[in-house]
T-cell receptor, first 113, second 115 residues
Framework: KNQVEQSPQSLIILEGKNCTLQ??????????LRWYKQDTGRGPVSLTI?????NTKSNGRYTATLDADTKQSSLHITASQLSDSASYIC????????????FGTGTRLTVIP | DAGVIQSPRHEVTEMGQEVTLRCKPI?????LFWYRQTMMRGLELLIY????????DSGMPEDRFSAKMPNASFSTLKIQPSEPRDSAVYFC?????????????FGPGTRLTVT
């Protein structure tokens, strides 16, 4: 069964600290993996997208990694800011003709001063 | 660039009433998606249109839900009759190409409360 699981469910960190969010998937055949940031009361916004051949992709203080062999991805946030408080959602697309999308339930990050 | 526009932003209705949610995608985008988001289940894809044609409606929960896209700049999601378990945030998103390959741009969502 195609699934996407994220951990932890929630996380609280001090401003300025780093953190890493995890995404494990069983989707096959794999096409790409995206990380979205969703601020409270807003729609998700894409942070990164990685295909099978990409191991790392950065977007400012956000760095995503992908290990297609172990089917794991992580999102690392460096020098966190209060504005990083949001939900982070991992989405995996398969390579079937339908290009189905599989969503994780997200990690809720709270950055405190 | 106005982005994806959704209306209304908030809707409160009584059980049994008809609810219509509206979406205007980004101009030039040819794919449109309707999602539902709840705390328990996260984001769920309800239906996906490409070039105004429904491609995948397997996520539509039941016959009470229907969606239309009469032209490239407008789509509706209708719930009739509504039930309390339909309470959720409904997002519309659009993209410049096929699902899975192109970045999706989400609207601000409609928060639906059915009492």
């Amino acid at each position: 069964k195609n699934q996407v699981e994220q951990s932890p469910q929630s996380l609280i960190i001090l401003e300025g600290k780093n953190c890493t969010l995890q995404c494990n998937y069983t989707v096959s055949p794999f096409s790409n993996l995206r990380w979205y940031k969703q601020d409270t009361g807003r729609g998700p916004v894409s942070l990164t997208i990685m295909t099978f051949s990409e191991n790392t992709k950065s977007n400012g203080r956000y760095t995503a990694t992908l290990d297609a062999d172990t089917k794991q991805s992580s999102l690392h946030i460096t020098a966190s800011q209060l504005s990083d408080s949001a939900s982070y959602i991992c989405v995996v697309s398969d390579q079937t003709g339908a290009n189905n999308l599989f969503f994780g339930t997200g990690t809720r990050l709270t950055v405190i001063p | 660039d106005a982005g994806v526009i959704q209306s209304p932003r908030h809707e409160v209705t009584e059980m049994g009433q008809e609810v219509t949610l509206r979406c205007k995608p980004i101009s030039g985008h040819n794919s449109l998606f309707w999602y539902r988001q709840t705390m328990m289940r996260g984001l769920e894809l309800l239906i996906y249109f490409n070039n105004n044609v429904p491609i995948d409606d397997s996520g539509m929960p039941e016959d009470r839900f229907s969606a239309k896209m009469p032209n490239a700049s407008f789509s509706t999601l209708k719930i009739q009759p509504s039930e309390p378990r339909d309470s959720a945030v409904y997002f519309c998103a659009s993209s410049g190409g096929r699902r899975g390959y192109y970045e999706q741009y989400f609207g601000p969502g409609t928060r639906l409360t059915v009492t």
